[in-house]
């Protein structure tokens, strides 16, 4: 079966890091994605991961474990803004598999 | 370049009536996949259009189809439609097929079934 979990909400003070993590349990697996959501909004791109190790792009990096079926994102310096849902996703290993959304974490930043 | 645009943005329909939602993908992408999107089940993949040609499909009753035009238009279909069926309705685009390419969101359409 296929089975992506992430947490429901996470909440983190303004100024600190934030680990967001999420494993996966899939038939096939290509790479992984995160995107963040705010309220109301589609949906926005922020990383794909297909080798293991940290990715970073400015404050947000992603990392990835393909044997432990792990990944996490990671906030750093957290701004208001960045309160929003953040999405797991898995893709296939081939062109024709689909790709698999968790249910998301609700990221909600305190003052 | 424009980005992905949704129409409608809102809808309200009955049980039993038929809707139809439309996605303009990013100028030249040939990729279009529907999502359903409610609080409790997540993103849920709907169907992958590639040319004209649907090219994977989720686990969604024979009730929801669509259809792709030639200039990658994608139009997706709801009959009898379920109180279950209210859900935002998202569409994304990417410049080819496959699980990996980024792929494009749009704003999304929210369908309420009364």
């Known amino acids: 079966g296929q089975n992506i979990d992430q947490p429901t909400e996470m909440t983190a003070t303004e100024g600190a890091i934030v680990q967001i993590n999420c494993t996966y349990q899939?038939?096939?697996?290509?790479?992984l994605f995160w995107y963040q959501q705010h309220a109301g909004e589609a949906p926005t791109f922020l990383s794909y991961?297909?080798?293991?190790g940290l990715e970073e792009k400015g404050r947000f990096s992603s990392f990835l474990s393909r044997s432990k079926g792990y990944s996490y994102l990671l906030l750093k310096e957290l701004q208001m803004k960045d309160s929003a849902s953040y999405l797991c996703?898995?893709?296939?290993?081939?062109?024709?598999?689909?790709?698999?959304f968790g249910s998301g974490t609700r990221l909600s930043i305190r003052p | 370049k424009a980005g992905v645009t949704q129409t409608p943005r809102y809808l309200i329909k009955t049980r039993g009536q038929q809707v139809t939602l439309s996605c303009s993908p990013i100028s030249g992408h040939r990729s279009v996949s529907w999502y359903q999107q409610t609080p409790g089940q997540g993103l849920q993949f709907l169907f992958e259009?590639?040319?004209?040609?649907?090219?994977n499909k989720g686990n969604f009753p024979g009730r929801f189809s669509g259809r792709q035009f030639s200039n990658s238009r994608s139009e997706m279909n709801v009959s009898t439609l379920e109180l279950g069926d209210s859900a935002l309705y998202l569409c994304?685009?990417?410049?080819?097929?496959?699980?990996?390419?980024?792929?494009?969101f749009g704003p999304g359409t929210r369908l309420l079934v009364l």
């Open positions: 991961n297909v080798l293991d």
């Open positions: 996703a898995v893709s296939g290993y081939s062109s024709a598999s689909k790709i698999i």
């Open positions: 899939t038939s096939g697996f290509n790479g």
């Open positions: 994304a685009s990417s410049l080819d097929r496959g699980s990996q390419e980024t792929q494009y």
């Open positions: 259009y590639f040319s004209e040609t649907q090219r």
